[in-house]
């Protein structure tokens, strides 16, 4: 039951629009503060409508000047504001404010917890937090809708082809086939964005080809399966992390862990940008038992690589990481950090915090 405080439940009274004259009412008319009594039985029916667990909830501040005082019908049933708690305490989905009487639950449920908790984690959403942990709650916990993007669909376009082409190892003319049927055509701006995305995905697979048919790359089987787009689930502490890996290569050095990227390239990465890579070493290492020799970003657009092997350091580092951030969720920290990140934010528009 939500807006429990003064003014709002019980509302004022109002009168209504088009009063009942008296000479038609034939019950007995009640008499004392009928729109409270009106308001009680509401809240009694509302109440005794739950079948496992009810949740009042309250805040102090609903705009206006004045904190909000709890409802009336919250004292009467003896329910009190904790005051230690209200003013520094974080307040998560549900805020954990009320000391219940004898017989009721002794405090409202805190917990935004496992209920919130996904069943997996993924990697974009430890970088959505990481990024900001606002911006995680408004896409993973709110799950406020957002528009498709350009890039979206530009890369998943590109990330199918490859992955049918190197599954079927045809001519050039067939990859720009499998391209042209894999093509998705949603979420451009308008017409010459979408002709200019298509014609670089061609430019791009013209570089790909080239490079592919002078040292076409040998793909590893993982148990049977061709090692492309290949899923996994990795236990990190009590929590599962679910991924996919773009392709695994095996060549005479060794196994390498392929990621593919379109946008721009980067010649030096920094532990955050090694970071999803990171996870992939440790699922293949701990997941599919195997031991990379290397992990690199491939840059579609100038055909780049940028290539590194995580340390035993970097791993355990890694790891923490998620468990922190992890724990960080599980605890409702979502406090906004506002900064060069919310110019790309899905949520600009109806955050507070961004920085315009
Ligand atoms: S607009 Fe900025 S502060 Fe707000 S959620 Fe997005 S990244 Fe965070």
Known sequence: MVNMVDRRFPTDQRKDPIELPDALIKDIKPTGDVH?????????????????????????DYGGQRKKKISRFLAEMKYKVD????????????????????GYPNRLKAKTQPQYLPEHFSYSQLAAFEKCPLQYKFGFILKVPTRGKSVFSFGKTMHNTLEE???????????????ENNWIDEWY????????????????????????????????????????????????G???????????????????????????????LDFSAKEQLLIYQIAAQEVLHLKPKQLSYYYLDDNTFASFIGTEQDIAVQKAKILEDI?????????????????????????????R
């Open 36 to 60: 409270l009594q009106e308001e009680r039985r509401l809240c009694y029916v509302a109440m005794t409508r739950a079948k496992k667990e009810l949740y009042f909830t309250s805040a102090e």
């Open 83 to 102: 005051d230690k708690k209200s003013s520094d305490e974080k307040t998560g989905i549900l805020a954990d404010k009320v000391k219940g009487p004898k």
């Open 165 to 179: 082409f190197l599954k079927t190892k045809k001519t050039f003319e067939d990859l720009i086939e499998i391209y």
């Open 189 to 236: 701006e308008n017409q010459k964005q979408k002709d200019d995305y298509f014609k670089k995905g061609k430019d791009i697979l013209k570089e790909f080809y080239k490079q592919y048919s002078k040292n076409p790359p040998k793909i590893l089987k993982v148990n049977g399966q061709i090692a492309l787009e290949l899923p996994f689930n990795l236990k990190v």
């Open 238 to 268: 009590d929590y599962t992390l679910y991924g996919v890996i773009d392709r695994i290569d095996e060549d005479k050095d060794g196994i390498s862990i392929i990621d593919y990227k379109t946008g721009q390239s980067k010649e030096k």
């Open 327 to 355: 724990e960080k969720i599980k605890n409702s920290e979502f406090d906004a950090t506002p900064g060069w990140q919310c110019q790309y934010c899905d949520f600009k528009d109806i955050c507070d915090h961004a920085e």
